[in-house]
């Protein structure tokens, strides 16, 4: 086989962060990027499933993803029990059943979504919400680099 890349770099291994938490307050989770690439974001691939009862259907989880190493900008998102990929990059939210109306997550203001990005270096995130995550994401590598 061949393979063709449009990027002018290689790629380090998949990194991946896991959440889990039963209780709304916040909680952090530290992350560490070791980018090649030290003065552009990363941006990951978000998946939250929201840990609600069976009994409570239609019900929403709030579910808030801050980033101290981006000025404490955050994600916010009202989740049914359905899950959720977050793909930040290309700022699209999509469900078991493909593309999700922002309506559906309890965005009014479509002006202000923060889409997630991490810094070289170290990224507190501060995550509240009854819900499990996990957070993917790679790294670019330059040969020679720094």
């Known amino acids: 086989m061949t393979f063709t890349t449009n990027a002018p770099y290689a790629w380090g291994p998949e990194k ?9 307050g916040f909680t952090t989770l ?7 690439e030290r ?3 990363i941006w990951p691939v978000i998946t939250i499933t929201p840990n609600i009862n069976a009994d409570t259907v239609g019900t929403r989880v709030p ?12 994600m916010e998102f009202a989740l049914t029990k359905l899950r959720h990929t977050i793909d930040c990059q290309k700022a699209m939210i999509s469900g078991p059943n493909g593309l999700v109306h922002f309506d ?11 889409w997630l990005r991490l810094y070289n270096g170290n990224n507190n995130l501060e995550i509240s919400g009854e819900a499990e995550i996990t957070i993917k994401f790679r790294e670019p590598r330059k040969v020679g680099a720094y």
């Open 16 to 24: 991946v962060y896991h959440y889990s938490s039963d209780s709304t």
């Open 63 to 74: 579910i808030i993803i801050r980033n101290s190493a981006d000025n404490n900008r955050q």
């Open 39 to 41: 003065n552009s974001p």
């Open 104 to 114: 559906d997550l309890g965005i009014t203001d479509v002006g202000e979504i923060y």
């Open 30 to 36: 530290p992350i560490t990027v070791e980018t090649s």
